[in-house]
């Protein structure tokens, strides 16, 4: 056997050796280099064409309309939308009040909201289930949650531009209220629909914080909590794109910035940095208790919120009073 053909099984050997490590250690550096690299406002989906509705219902409801309403958006996908309408509609057109709340439908978000006057108020269906996958089922779908994830500030951008387009809107008029997850989408939104031509001249962000990976990393559901630094830096890394601190210095408009005094959720220092960097003018209201929500024990903070955010909305004149 001649020396050439001895050395073929090591080259052969050599060759899985380093196929082997650039699969288990260069890909994933390489990834996580890309990832930290890339710009996170291009990296946003964003529409593509005009969104259509493809789907319409309306009922009454508490002396109102409320229409249900999925838009479909290229490059964004099925947006689903609950609007809020007075019955009847008035003469002068609507200021459009869209609000983006916690992983729950639209007509859930905006159900809470009293009254609405002569007000379009939109609550948004998030395109992620309410009720995530676990165990493996979830490391399965992790890919297509991190993909409709993505999508939410183009989905929100995209609703905003029909909104826009409506008989009994008045887009001049148009006020973003983003509450716990969605104040953490909604500065990305925002930027998108600037971007795409669209004033937003009053924002709501209530009960967020900044950056995402201290609010995970804080979640008194993790577990085990040894993972919180870790998790903490690979949700930075890969959430960045809608991360609130790369987009709120780039915006315009006027905000109102809501938070507990006691929030078990946000930690001080993250919502101290959502409130630092949102720009002027900015109104700043902290509120005694915890984080909200929309159960039986939350209800007092949650009208407290609701009431603030109302009194601001009207002194600035971006909504009509309600009656």
Not at 113 to 138: C, H, K, L, S, T
Not at 254 to 274: K, S
Request: proline share 11%.
């Amino acid at each position: 056997m001649s020396p050439s053909t001895k050395t073929r099984p090591i080259l052969r050997g050599c060759r899985h050796l380093f196929l082997t490590f650039v699969l288990l250690v260069a890909g994933p550096v390489a990834f996580v280099c890309w990832l930290g690299l890339r710009d996170p406002f291009t990296a946003l989906p964003r529409a593509t064409g005009d969104p259509v509705a493809t789907e319409f219902a309306a009922a009454p409801r508490d002396g109102r309309t409320l229409q249900h309403v999925v838009l479909d958006a290229p490059g964004v996908g099925r947006i689903g939308l609950a609007i809020s309408l007075p019955d009847p509609l008035p003469k002068r057109p609507l200021p459009i009040v869209m609000v983006v709340g916690g992983l729950a439908t639209g007509e859930s978000n905006i159900r809470q909201i009293p009254g609405g006057g002569e007000n379009a108020i939109v609550g948004y269906d998030w395109p992620i289930p309410a009720r995530r996958p676990q165990g493996w089922d979830f490391v399965r779908d992790a890919p297509d949650l991190y993909n409709l994830a993505l999508r939410v500030p183009g989905q929100i951008a995209a609703a905003l531009d029909w909104l826009a387009g409506q008989g009994w809107a008045d887009p001049q008029r148009t006020s973003l209220l983003g509450y716990s997850l969605g104040a953490l989408a909604v500065p990305a939104a925002q930027r998108l629909a600037e971007f795409q031509g669209r004033t937003i001249g009053w924002t709501v962000l209530a009960y967020g914080g900044s950056p995402v990976g201290a609010l995970l990393a804080a979640s008194p559901y993790l577990k085990p909590r040894w993972t919180a630094p870790i998790l903490s830096r690979v949700a930075d890394l890969v959430f960045r794109p809608v991360e609130p601190g790369e987009h709120l210095p780039h915006l315009r408009g006027r905000f109102l910035l809501v938070g507990g005094r006691d929030d078990t959720f946000v930690p001080d220092a993250a919502a101290r940095r959502m409130r630092d960097l949102a720009p002027e003018p900015k109104t700043i209201v902290l509120l005694e208790g915890g984080h909200m929500g929309v159960g039986a024990d939350r209800q007092a903070l949650l009208a407290e919120i609701i009431a603030a955010t109302t009194r601001w909305l009207v002194d600035e004149k971006a909504v009509n009073p309600p009656p």
